[in-house]
């Protein structure tokens, strides 16, 4: 049999251009004048008096940096012209077939969020260093939900079971963290919750070909119904003793930690977000650097080829998508570890899925998934920071926003990706 090094199949590379068509290129633009015509319409709606103060320093800052003041009227207006400059070069770059450069899609991002804060904050303080690493510990359970994601379609599985997997590993970290008295004993308990799940998924998705979107559906149905009925008749009965998990506490990093800003955002959290940074790295390297990552982009390429060469199809799927279950696991165990001091019904709130817009919104790259986590994560968190000091904005809105902003994002951006070739194909030897 011809071994993988004698002959291997071909595996697109995921950073290689992707042929767009001009009507696909015009989305960016399209929702770039959108979102500039929604801010404008901010200032039409109300004109807000007053400055706008961002507070960039913490108390624990090695040094301190001055507070930020700018008039919040005069201030929109200036973000206005600049997203209409940015909306015309996308444009203009679509107009010449050429795709919107990522560095541009940021400026335009983040110019939409300080005029908007800026509005919505006038006379009052946005305290930017708890917004942002706020954000960072909001996106943890997307982060390793999309990182599960990744794996799964990667290897050809769609994983509409994120969510499933998210909220079994928050209720086993619950029960489980209580009942042994550790949180590290709840992780380990969550981890094999998402890995479950995953294997029945892989279960009936390869060995029965039954629809892999059907089935995480109904799995992540079964999983909201069975955690509901276990709340219900075991943990109410006793909460105490299997739902009052120890948590995680936050583990400031010396002289990282005191740097302004990037300290407190980056590196005074958790061991769970420690454990994400590491996790996002491992991921890319064994996605792009490895034997086994070769395997499991094939498999989800062009299984056929693979199986020609060797590789064992349905096994590499087996074990990539228990691999993201067990991701996935660590992402359900921050609700219960750090969030929050005990198990809820429904207490993801379909986070799973905003996971798997993530994925696609990052092209089904870990790097890239990461970061659309981390802006659904900054979403969240703007609205409950809006809430806090009082915005005129409706509270409604703010509990929209994070759905909203992913519903843009994907809309906008994913005309621009390509999911592996085999994804949601089963495979059927012979």
């Not at 960072?136 to 599985?157: H, K, S, T």
């Not at 994400?276 to 034997?291: E, H, I, P």
Request: charged share 10%; aromatic share 8%; net charge neutral.
């Amino acid at each position: 049999m011809t071994t993988l090094t004698e002959k291997t199949p071909f595996v697109p590379d995921p950073d290689a251009p992707v042929v767009t068509s001009t009507k696909g290129l015009l989305k960016t633009p399209i929702v770039f004048g959108v979102v500039t015509v929604l801010v404008a319409l901010l200032l039409a709606f109300k004109s807000r008096e007053g400055d706008t103060t961002f507070r960039i320093a913490a108390d624990t800052d090695l040094f301190e940096l001055p507070e930020i003041t700018v008039p919040s009227t005069p201030s929109l207006a200036t973000v206005i012209v600049l997203l209409a400059v940015c909306t015309a070069a996308s444009a203009l770059l679509a107009s010449r077939n050429r795709r919107t450069p990522l560095w541009l899609v940021a400026v335009f991002a983040v110019l939409a969020v300080v005029g908007f804060l800026a509005w919505a904050a006038a006379g009052e303080a946005v305290p930017m260093v708890g917004l942002l690493s706020g954000s960072i510990a909001l996106a943890v359970p997307l982060v390793f939900g999309a990182l599960g994601g990744v794996l799964g379609e990667r290897a050809g599985v769609v994983n509409i079971a994120i969510d499933g997997q998210l909220l079994f590993g928050a209720f086993a970290a619950a029960m489980f963290g209580t009942i042994v008295g550790s949180p590290w004993g709840g992780l380990v308990a969550a981890m094999c919750a998402g890995a479950l799940v995953a294997l029945v998924l892989a279960f009936f998705a390869i060995n029965y070909f039954v629809d892999q979107v059907i089935v995480g559906v109904v799995l992540n149905v079964l999983v909201i119904g069975l955690t509901s009925f276990l709340f219900g008749q075991v943990m109410t009965e006793n909460p105490t003793g299997l739902n009052d998990p120890p948590h995680f506490s936050r583990i400031p990093i010396p002289l990282l930690g005191e740097i302004p800003i990037i300290g407190p955002v980056l590196f005074r959290q958790t061991i769970l977000v420690y454990i994400m940074y590491v996790g996002v790295g491992l991921v890319a390297w064994a996605l792009y650097r490895t034997k086994w990552g070769l395997r499991v982009r094939a498999v989800g390429e062009h299984p056929k080829a693979a199986d020609t060469v060797g590789i064992k199809v349905n096994r590499t799927r087996y074990t990539t998508l228990i691999i993201a279950g067990l991701i996935a696991g660590i992402g359900g165990a921050t609700y219960t570890l750090v969030s929050v001091p005990q198990f809820g019904e429904e207490m993801t709130g379909g986070a799973g899925y905003i996971a798997l817009a993530a994925v696609i919104f990052g092209r089904w790259d870990p790097i890239r998934a990461t970061l659309a986590a981390l802006l659904f994560g900054f979403a969240t968190n703007l609205s409950g920071v809006l809430s806090v000091i009082g915005s005129p904005v409706p509270s409604q809105f703010m509990l929209m926003l994070p759905y909203v902003v992913t519903i843009i994002a994907v809309a906008g951006l994913v005309g621009h990706s390509r999911a592996p070739a085999a994804d949601g194909v089963p495979y059927r030897k012979g």
